[in-house]
């Protein structure tokens, strides 16, 4: 089989222009970094603007011989039976 050489002008060449586009890749990812943290630090700054306020309104019906307890979280506790006769 025969072997295929190119002249030293054209590897050096193409060496040089594989250097150029792995410098442009370099320098690409680290603006991507660049945007990516500053986005991720534009949106948190957009977010902490506001202030969570949660309001909760409960109406409820008591009756006197009830064991219901409503705890403030939305679920409710029905407490231990009275009827058994206990």
Request: net charge neutral; charged share 15%; proline share 0%.
């Given at each position: 089989m025969e072997e295929k050489t190119i002249p030293y002008y054209a590897y050096d060449?193409?060496?040089?222009?594989?250097?150029?586009?792995?410098r442009r890749l370099w320098i690409l990812c680290i603006i991507l970094a660049v945007f990516l943290v500053g986005s991720n630090v534009g949106w948190l700054i957009y977010e902490s603007q506001y202030e969570d306020v949660v309001k909760?309104?409960?109406e409820a019906e008591w009756e006197e011989d009830s064991n219901v307890i409503f705890n403030g979280t939305g679920s409710v506790n029905y407490g231990e039976s009275k009827a058994d006769g206990n």
């Open positions: 060449a193409i060496t040089i222009l594989y250097n150029k586009t792995i909760i309104e409960q």
